[in-house]
């Protein structure tokens, strides 16, 4: 049987709808936070959905401990408000395992445009706070401190820093717009990337991110990145590996990267 637990955030009725589907496709259960908080599920198979204050030590246990399964679950690569990831024992796809979906991305409409070779700016992407200290084990100030001191030896170009969530009283961009007229984009493992290198921008990524294997080399190389090969293929094992809700259910996600 498999522990699944289910956290409250902005969209509370989506998450635990998504818990739900999870534990009905693995033949689990569902688990509140008084559960969570009160240490029980310290031990066993986990799936955790999400990482907040609630489920980030329940995950770092899951990390430490190497014989013990765990799986995460997240928004999908593409068409967030409908798909979830699910992976095992890592937050995101690698990028290189596992079959393909080529007819699942033509049917959420995702078209990879040509590599960029123009753009003025650097797009730096920044994630969350609580992201980055809970489930990246980071420092997110310290994090964009050295990234930029990196960029400011390599780059003269224009560096603009784009927010998970800007401060009251000012409108959030669509990542769109600032995609356009950009160089490439550098970030640690926001699916930024993803969008990112859908649209053709080069990315740099210092993290363990499902757009690794399309990344463009190290920042140092900000002024001549690598354009990889097979965006097309790479897309497609992402979008073999995020299900909608009534395959979680089904259990699809269970057959594919689960136990049984």
């Avoid at 559960?35 to 986990?46: I, N, T």
């Avoid at 859908?198 to 990344?215: D, E, K, L, R, Y």
């Avoid at 190290?218 to 395959?247: K, M, V």
Wanted: charged letters at 25%; one cysteine or more.
């Amino acid at each position: 049987m498999t522990a699944l637990v289910a956290y409250p955030h902005e969209w509370r009725r989506r998450s635990v709808a998504v818990a739900d589907c999870l534990a009905i496709g693995a033949g689990g259960r569902l688990a509140g936070e008084a559960e969570m908080l009160s240490g029980v599920l310290a031990a066993g198979p986990v799936v955790l959905h999400g990482c907040s204050p609630v489920t980030a030590p329940l995950l770092a246990a899951a990390r430490r401990a190497a014989d013990r399964p765990w799986w995460y679950a997240d928004k999908g690569y593409f068409g967030r408000r409908s798909m979830v990831r699910v992976t095992r024992g890592r937050l995101q796809h690698d990028g290189f395992s596992g079959g393909a979906r080529a007819d699942r991305l033509r049917d959420l409409g995702v078209d990879i445009a040509p590599w960029r070779h123009g753009g003025r700016h650097v797009l730096v992407c920044l994630q969350s706070e609580q992201w980055m200290r809970d489930a990246e084990e980071l420092s997110r100030r310290d994090w964009l401190a050295w990234v930029l001191a990196l960029l400011a030896l390599a780059t003269d170009r224009e560096i603009r820093v784009r927010t998970k969530r800007p401060p009251d009283g000012i409108e959030h961009r669509p990542l769109a717009a600032d995609l356009a007229d950009c160089w490439a984009v550098v970030t640690h493992t926001s699916n930024c990337a993803v969008e990112a290198l859908v649209a053709g921008v080069p990315v740099f990524i210092t993290g363990n991110s499902a757009a690794s294997p399309m990344a463009a080399g190290p920042i140092s190389a900000i002024e001549t990145p690598c354009r990889p090969d097979g965006r097309e293929e790479w897309a497609a094992r992402l979008a073999a590996n995020q299900w909608t809700l009534d395959e979680l259910a089904a259990g699809d996600w269970w057959r594919q990267v689960g136990e049984g």
